[in-house]
């Protein structure tokens, strides 16, 4: 079945530091890849997606890239905040939304970001 | 922004009682979802819906059971809590996306949470 891989956490970076959080995924033909992002004691939230092969998505400074060669799709970030310390989910969703268009989530990585 | 809500927000109960939790939405979407959230296994699907009376399994759904009679309320019920169904919650209503777009964006309450002593 489908499934999703990421990095264990927690990544701990100080302010300015650049971001990445790995992600790959187990899937027949091209899924859906999404990342969300979850605040401490809310509920997860669309970060930035990506429907095809080669398509980046990009939110608040955030990209991933993807990559169906390698079967990713990283988060990336430039210059983190304390702001973007969040726990981060790597989802997928089975093509043309089967299956009941269920998304798949990875086990989430928590990001402590530090001034 | 999409209007979901989850009551109740927190509950403690004790092993073998039922349990209830509600999700609301206001925006008539067609599919929700109930998610459990636990530390290193992420969120797991237990149950979802694809529209009222229609139901259907997720990858952990023994010892839960759900119903949706009407579109905005989708009710999910331990019939006799267990220990290990203490978890935090999440219901999520799929917001954008034709059937075959693929792009299933998901949008989420912001959870109950459970504890079964």
């Known amino acids: 079945g489908d499934s999703v891989t990421q990095m264990e956490g927690p990544v701990t970076l100080s302010e300015e530091a650049f971001l990445t959080i790995n992600c790959t995924y187990t899937a027949t033909g091209y899924p859906s890849l999404f990342w969300y992002v979850q605040y401490p004691g809310e509920g997860l939230q669309l970060l930035l997606k990506?429907?095809?092969?080669?398509d980046k998505g990009s939110n608040k400074g955030f990209e991933a890239t993807y990559r169906k060669e390698t079967t990713s799709f990283h988060l990336e970030k430039g210059s983190v905040q304390v702001s973007d310390s969040a726990v981060y989910f790597c989802a997928l969703s089975p093509p043309g939304g089967g299956g009941g268009n269920k998304l798949t989530f990875g086990t989430g990585t928590q990001l402590k970001v530090e001034l | 922004d999409a209007g979901i809500t989850q009551s109740p927000r927190h509950k403690v109960t004790e092993t073998g009682t039922p349990v209830t939790l509600r999700c609301h939405q206001t925006e008539n979407h067609r599919y929700m979802y109930w998610y459990r959230q636990d530390p290193g296994h992420g969120l797991r699907l237990i149950h979802y819906?694809?529209?009222?009376?229609?139901?259907d399994k997720g990858e952990v759904s023994d010892g839960y059971s759900v119903s949706r009679s009407k579109t905005e309320d989708f009710l999910l019920t331990l019939e006799s809590a267990t220990s290990s169904q203490t978890s935090v919650y999440f219901c999520?209503?799929?917001?954008?996306?034709?059937?075959?777009?693929?792009?299933?964006?998901?949008?989420f309450g912001a959870g109950s949470r459970l504890t079964v002593l």
């Open positions: 990506a429907t095809k092969a080669d």
């Open positions: 819906s694809y529209g009222v009376k229609d139901t």
């Open positions: 999520a209503i799929r917001t954008s996306g034709s059937g075959g777009s693929g792009a299933n964006v998901l949008t």
